[in-house]
């Protein structure tokens, strides 16, 4: 028996994206609904073969559906999160809003499965940041072997993490430069075509000089695998459309060299290990569209530290950093037989 499902933000790039997920997935649904805000009522959403049509978040009886996979932005699950956990479903949140709430468990399923058992607090459970998800799959089977004691990560995003109209602007941007100029920057506060911006989120409100994302990939790391481990992030967002690069940069309490780590990392979940010596033998954003593993390549010893390691980490933001781990999530709850089915109640 299947669930009765809700995607809420179902006109938006990873909102479109649950929707294929949960297709090529196979996940159990007997029923499937879009929900948007008013002004998206009546779009077309595909799901499979079928078109649906989108339903008014104000509106929709959210008691009678099993599952909320929600991806409308952190104002949105701030208004509306809690609300429909407590009106029974398990809600999976894609936005930031819920992920340092001690009362919701944040969750990657390769990384820490088990702390889903506390999800009942609040009947909801954060997606992490899209950056953090990929980092996360593969830092853990090398923490497991050898403690972590600080990584320093530099990223390279793309610009759908922003959204559709970040997508839009640098499509125009591009097209611009060759004929009329680059049209002026909307989104962004410098221009992303043929330039990469130091800046993901806006800045913090204190002295540190972190942007919000950075400060998130430090936070969420901490609540998922290790508070003890130091981190620094640089934030970056390039002129890619779908797909996030980061090089990590690794210290160990202990010894663990290349050949080891590579070994480890081909026999963890959810990676795949595309690493050769010569030039092309590694993976990039655009290889890795359309994926769900997460690829990891570069893998070298560090010869600065005593024990460390550097590595490129790429993945589909949409997917595994967005879209896939939600979906995940679902199935994760359902493998353990914690989804209570109106139908079966």
Known sequence: MGY???????????????????EEL????????????????????????????????????????????????????????EKIGRAGPVVIDNSSH???????PLIVPEVNPDAIEGFRKKNIIANPNCTTAGLLVALKPLHDHVRIKRIVVSTYQSVSGTGKEAMDELWEQTKGVFVLGAPPPKKYPK??????????DSFLD?????????????????KMLDPAIRVSATCVRVPVFVGHGEAVNIEFEGPIDADEAREL???????????????GGYATPKD??????????????????????????????????????AVQIAQLLHDRGLIRQKSLA
Request: glycine share 8%; aromatic share 8%.
């Open 191 to 200: 221009q992303i075509a043929f330039n990469v911006i130091p800046q993901c």
């Open 26 to 81: 196979e996940f159990p649904v007997d029923e499937i609904h879009a929900i948007a805000s008013r002004k998206s009522v009546g779009l077309d959403v595909a799901w499979g073969e079928k078109i649906i049509k989108c339903k008014d978040l104000e509106q929709f009886d959210f008691s009678t559906v099993d599952i909320v996979l929600m991806s409308a932005g952190g104002a949105v699950s701030k208004a509306w999160g």
């Open 4 to 22: 009765r499902v809700a995607v809420v933000g179902a006109t938006g790039n990873v909102g479109r994206e649950m929707f294929n997920i949960l």
């Open 288 to 325: 890795v569209q359309g994926e769900f593993p997460v690829y990891v390549s570069r893998i070298r010893n560090d010869p600065s530290l005593e024990f460390g390691l550097s590595l490129w980490v790429v993945s589909d933001n949409l997917r595994k950093g967005a879209a896939l781990n």
């Open 265 to 279: 990392l081909r026999e963890a979940p959810g990676l795949v290990v595309y690493d050769k010596h010569e030039d």
């Open 98 to 104: 819920f992920r340092m709430d001690p009362d919701v």
């Open 206 to 222: 204190d002295d540190s000089g972190d942007t919000k994302e950075e400060r998130k990939m430090r936070d969420e790391t901490h």
